[in-house]
């Protein structure tokens, strides 16, 4: 089932911060992040574990709660380079990913 | 990190004819790849789960005789839309999964191929 990705589009001031959710109604193994911007391809960001685990990469990081199954990517400071859509895509015991339908991230200068 | 790519970036094809689209990873084996089809502003969708040595898994509502999917070797997973037609015009973007030694694997897209059926 395809995880649910809020809010849908973010539209921020460089230098400020966001949040993106995404809440599964599955049990969970693992949540991926990716970033795409317009006419590429995904760009991996980063993967997070059940156990509640919280990771960083530069100044985005995300944290997962297995027992809520939400993810929560954390884009502080945000630079223009930023923008594009964010996506996260979940994996439970099928051993593969779904992914959410996107959250569009627009930094204005 | 790891680098998969594509070929061809983009196809114009009339309807009625196959396309075949090739994803390779460059700098690993990969046992498994996927394939995605994603809509302008759309979510990436899966298709199928290609499997080195065995037959594809399609995901509910994917025609296995209009996708055609080969995955001969551990570093090439091949996807042939058959008989294509407007409506299997898309972008098309296959993803390689880096073998870390246990779950959960990274992975890595290729830079998609844009499929326009005339």
């Known amino acids: 089932q395809q995880p649910v990705q809020s809010p849908q589009a973010v539209i921020l001031r460089e230098g400020e911060d966001a949040v993106i959710n995404c809440s599964s109604s599955?049990?969970?193994?693992?949540v991926h992040w990716y970033r795409q911007k317009h006419g590429e391809a995904p760009v991996f960001l980063m993967i997070?574990?059940?156990?509640?685990e919280q990771k960083g990469h530069e100044k985005i990081s995300a944290s997962f709660n297995e027992k809520k199954q939400q993810s929560s990517l954390y884009l502080t400071a945000s630079q223009l380079s930023y923008s594009g859509t964010y996506f996260c895509g979940t994996e439970g015991d099928e051993d593969k990913i779904i992914f959410g339908k996107g959250t569009r991230l627009h930094i204005l200068p | 990190g790891a680098v998969v790519s594509q070929h061809p970036s983009r196809v114009i094809c009339k309807s009625g004819t196959s396309v075949k689209i090739e994803c390779r990873s460059l700098?690993?084996?990969?046992?498994?790849m996927f394939w995605y089809r994603q809509f302008p502003k759309k979510s990436l969708m899966l298709m199928a789960t290609?499997?080195?040595?065995?037959?594809?898994?399609?995901e509910q509502g994917v025609e296995k005789d209009k996708f055609l999917i080969n995955h001969a070797s551990l570093t090439l997973s091949t996807l042939t839309v058959t008989s294509a037609h407007p409506e299997d015009s898309s972008f098309y973007i296959c993803?390689?999964?880096?073998?870390?030694?246990?779950?959960?694997?990274?992975?890595?897209f290729g830079p998609g191929t844009r499929l326009t059926v005339l």
């Open positions: 700098d690993f084996q990969a046992t498994t």
């Open positions: 599955k049990a969970l193994y693992s």
């Open positions: 997070l574990l059940k156990g509640g």
């Open positions: 290609s499997n080195e040595g065995s037959k594809a898994t399609y």
């Open positions: 993803s390689a999964r880096e073998p870390s030694g246990s779950r959960p694997d990274t992975q890595y």
